[in-house]
């Protein structure tokens, strides 16, 4: 009799490496940009051997890959399947534990903040009704932001409100659904008297399901 057990073994490694909530923060940070490893530990709030670590266990599981310039070892997704497979698995759970519901409540309230769905926003910015402002930080807008948005980086934002204009509504993305920068972003434009507008999810998501993207300039 054929065994498929060696199979589901090896698909199985794949999930072994996506269980780290710091490794799926590491994806996430990768689906904003390439990055080398000194600048995705710092990011993520990692030593570097620690962060040199869960990318060997991504990388054995396929799920980034590297490659070097000079002296720098560079990591990036595999491809954009795996953010789809990061932003799924997040619903998922989402939809199926209510302790994911939970912390995603207590972390990200969204108490006195209005959203607003991808339909939605891709329509309402097209038709220039709404100033859309990306608060990533600038590298990582330059490497691929939505088109038509405004980069304004969350550190930036309270001195760089002159720029925004007063009687438009403006909605705020970030990295993805569990990015904290656009909730402090939404937060910090009411405080202002801003007609401020949460996007529903981010760059993960919107990499995860095909939405085209302005890409950086080649020279």
Not at 81 to 90: E, F, G, K, P
Not at 175 to 189: K, M, Q
Request: contains cysteine; glycine residues 8%.
């Amino acid at each position: 009799m054929v065994s498929t057990a060696n199979l589901y073994d090896a698909v199985a490694r794949v999930g072994q490496a996506l269980s780290s909530g710091t490794r799926l923060k590491m994806l996430e940070l990768l689906a904003q940009r390439e990055r080398p490893v000194l600048e995705l530990a710092a990011v993520a709030g990692l030593n570097v051997t620690t962060a040199s670590a869960h990318l060997q266990g991504l990388r054995n599981a396929g799920l980034v890959v590297s490659r070097r310039q000079g002296r720098q070892i560079l990591y990036r997704l595999a491809g954009d399947d795996i953010a789809t497979l990061v932003a799924q698995l997040c619903a998922v759970a989402e939809t199926h534990r209510p302790d994911v519901r939970s912390e995603l409540s207590a972390a990200l309230p969204t108490d006195g903040i209005r959203l607003m769905d991808r339909d939605e926003l891709l329509a309402a910015s097209e038709a220039g009704q709404i100033v859309v402002v990306d608060v990533r930080p600038g590298d990582e807008y330059a490497a691929g932001h939505l088109s038509g948005a405004v980069s304004i980086p969350l550190h930036e934002l309270a001195s760089r409100l002159s720029e925004i204009p007063a009687d438009v509504e403006v909605v705020a993305y970030c990295r993805g659904r569990y990015c904290v920068l656009s909730h402090r972003a939404v937060r910090l434009l009411i405080d202002h008297g801003f007609d401020a507008r949460l996007a529903a999810d981010g760059m993960l998501e919107w990499r995860a399901d095909g939405v085209p993207m302005t890409a950086p300039a080649t020279s």
